[in-house]
Structures are given as C-alpha cells and as structure tokens.
C-alpha cells in the first residue's frame, strides 16, 4: 500500500492565509513568509515515493494557479465543509488505502526525511504526531489499520495549546502514539522571531526575511 501525503493549505495569496502574521508584520511581509513556507512543504512533497493531495480550502479556489508553488503533479481535492476535525476526518475518509499523513504550510523546517520517518513510525504504530510549539502539530498520520475506526476528531480546541491533546484524545482508546520532535509554527510575530533566533544560534545564512520583526 502506497503511502498518502495530504497537504491542507489555502490559496498563497494576501488576505486568505497568514491573517495573524499579517496582523503582526503588514500583509505584504507575511505573504512572502507564506509562499516561502509553500515552497519549502512542496519540495519536501515532491521528494518522496508517497501520493501527494492538496486539499484545499476554500473549495473555489481548487482550480486557481499560483505561480508553479502547487506542482500541476499532485494529486488537489477541495477540503469541503465544517471545522478542521470534520475536514480532516472528511480526507482521512476519502484518501486511498494506505497510510495517511497529513501536514500544513505553517512549518518551513518540514523535509522530506520527516515525512519518511512519520511514514516509517507507522509500521509500528497506529498514529504519529508532529508537536508544533504552540501547542499544535506540525504532522499528523495514522496507519491503515486505525483507519478502519471512525475518526471524528471532536471536541478538538483548534488553534489553540489544547490542540495536540484534544487530537490525542479523540483518537480511539489504546491507541498506539508516536510523538516525533518539535517544530515551530509560523502564526504570528512571535514565533517568526523565535524561529530566526534559532536559525542564527544554529549559524543558518540568513534567508528572505530582511524586515526586522
């Protein structure tokens, strides 16, 4: 069974994603942080043996173009209605037999060597997370076999630091879980900061990003 690689993002464009950020830092500054985080997701994406969807959100924009960021050989579904859990379960439900990972465009520090290891957990476990340091998960996957289970994802407190534990929680009981390392999220002006502390105190040359946050 082929692994599939589900990535739920909203079109790269100034007023559909990052609205926090763009809060923080202006919206011209924040969308270029977004379609640098769109590039890194899709090259990890692209690096890998798995199915790759998009699933989009809003559903009208499914057949928009954005500059080559969504490669034209993935896979793009429309996310459909309803909260985050109940779109989550909706592509858990509808993706092909396999594994199912799924990640967002908010951590550009995602490779596609995190993607095989969370592929590679799986063989031993029925679901595996990708801690975000907001509380949040960067990733999240569950093997074949817990598939078969209804996957409600309810009550889940999205953005918000209970996210990761209600995830947790709503999964079925003796559920098997690995937690892999933690990643930050790009959401607001904060973690921005904090993720080019880090990229200076590991000497990483420095990046797009000129303006000072």
């Known amino acids: ?34 379609r640098f985080c769109h590039s890194q997701i899709m090259r990890a994406a692209s690096q890998g043996y798995w199915n790759t969807t998009i699933c989009v959100a ?3 924009a499914l057949q928009t173009h954005h500059g080559h960021l969504w490669p034209t050989t993935f896979n793009r579904m429309p996310q ?9 379960a909706h592509a ?7 594994p199912v990972i ?15 290891t969370a592929i590679k957990h799986l063989n031993g476990h029925d679901a595996v997370f990708g801690p975000a340091d907001d509380g949040g998960f960067w990733l ?22 209970h996210a990761l534990a209600d995830m947790q929680a709503s999964l079925p009981p003796n559920t098997k879980t690995k937690l892999m390392h933690t990643m930050i999220d790009l959401d607001d002006a904060k973690a921005l ?6 990229k ?8 797009i990003f000129k303006k000072n946050t």
Request: no cysteine; proline share 12%; hydrophobic share 40%.
């Open 102 to 116: 799924v990640v967002g465009t908010d951590a550009p520090d995602i490779k596609a060597i995190h993607i095989h």
């Open 200 to 207: 200076q105190a590991n000497s990483t040359p420095p990046l």
């Open 193 to 198: 900061k904090a993720w080019l502390s880090d």
């Open 1 to 34: 069974m082929k692994p599939n690689l589900l990535i739920f993002a909203k079109p790269p464009r100034i007023g559909s994603a990052k609205t926090r950020l763009a809060r923080d830092i202006g919206s011209t500054h924040a969308q270029r942080i977004n």
């Open 80 to 88: 459909g209605k309803g909260n985050l859990g109940e779109r989550l």
């Open 140 to 161: 999240f996957g569950v093997s074949q076999a817990l598939r078969r289970h209804p996957l409600p994802f309810n009550p889940v407190r999205w953005s918000s630091p």
């Open 92 to 98: 858990f439900a509808t993706a092909p037999v396999g």
């Open 58 to 60: 809003p559903d009208l």
